[in-house]
Structure formats: structure tokens, C-alpha cells
């Protein structure tokens, strides 16, 4: 079993910025993306970056030139810088990774989410 410990988030003024953290700890297992969404109240979960194991990144169109995710291989761990930050992105944030857990009987794949942290942008 993979689990995620998310951190950072909090409150912020509209410009203002933020990092997010997000570890990954378990045994045995590799990652095959590790991303961030958010979820705004009586919003769906979106996606609002992720980076492949191979390093491609995708950004949605509302974190492109504000936000970069980066990860640390060694920390297996994925980061969220957000700068400009704006009161639209107001929202929980979740990390997400896929890949595959070996630490079992059976090869499977997994798809973990963090516990979700709360990023407020105040006007």
C-alpha cells in the first residue's frame, strides 16, 4: 500500500504564493505519474498538473505560466509551487500518484490520493 503525506497549503493574499509537498512512502513500488488536483466547493475534482515518470508535464490551462510542479526522485516526493496565486484557486488540493505496488502476492497497479489541504487566495 502507497500512502501520501501531503503538507503546505494555508492562506494566501491574491499574488501571494504557495508550496505544496507531497511524500510518498510504502514498499516495493514505482510510480508512474504523480500530479496535483483540487476540488472548490460544488466543483468536480480537476486536474491542475502532473509529471510522468519520464518527466512529461502537463499543466491545465489555469495554473499555465502560475504554477510549476516539480518532484525529488531520492524523496519520492512531488512539489506544487504556486505563484500569482488568485482567488479562483481557492480550493483542496490533492496529490495523486499511479503506479505499481510489488510489495504483495500479486504485481497491481495503485492510484493513491493524499488527504487533500486547503489553499485559500483572499481578494
Known amino acids: 500500500q502507497v500512502e501520501l503525506v501531503e503538507s503546505g497549503g494555508g492562506l494566501a493574499q491574491a499574488g501571494g504564493s504557495l508550496r505544496l509537498s507531497c511524500e510518498a512512502s510504502?514498499?516495493?513500488?514505482?510510480?508512474?505519474?504523480m500530479g496535483w488536483y483540487r476540488q472548490a466547493p460544488g466543483n468536480q475534482r480537476e486536474l491542475v498538473a502532473s509529471?510522468?515518470?519520464?518527466?512529461?508535464?502537463n499543466y491545465d490551462d489555469s495554473a499555465k505560466g502560475r504554477f510549476t510542479i516539480s518532484r525529488d526522485n531520492a524523496k519520492i516526493t512531488v512539489y506544487l509551487q504556486m505563484n500569482s496565486l488568485k482567488p479562483e484557486d481557492t480550493a483542496v488540493y490533492y496529490c495523486?500518484?499511479?503506479?505499481?505496488?510489488?510489495?504483495?502476492?500479486?504485481?497491481?497497479?495503485?492510484?493513491?490520493w493524499g488527504q487533500g489541504t486547503q489553499v485559500t487566495v483572499s481578494s
Open positions: 495523486n500518484v499511479r503506479g505499481t505496488d510489488y510489495s504483495g502476492a500479486y504485481v497491481k497497479t495503485f492510484n493513491s
Open positions: 510504502g514498499s516495493r513500488f514505482t510510480i508512474s505519474v
Open positions: 509529471i510522468t515518470r519520464g518527466g512529461s508535464i
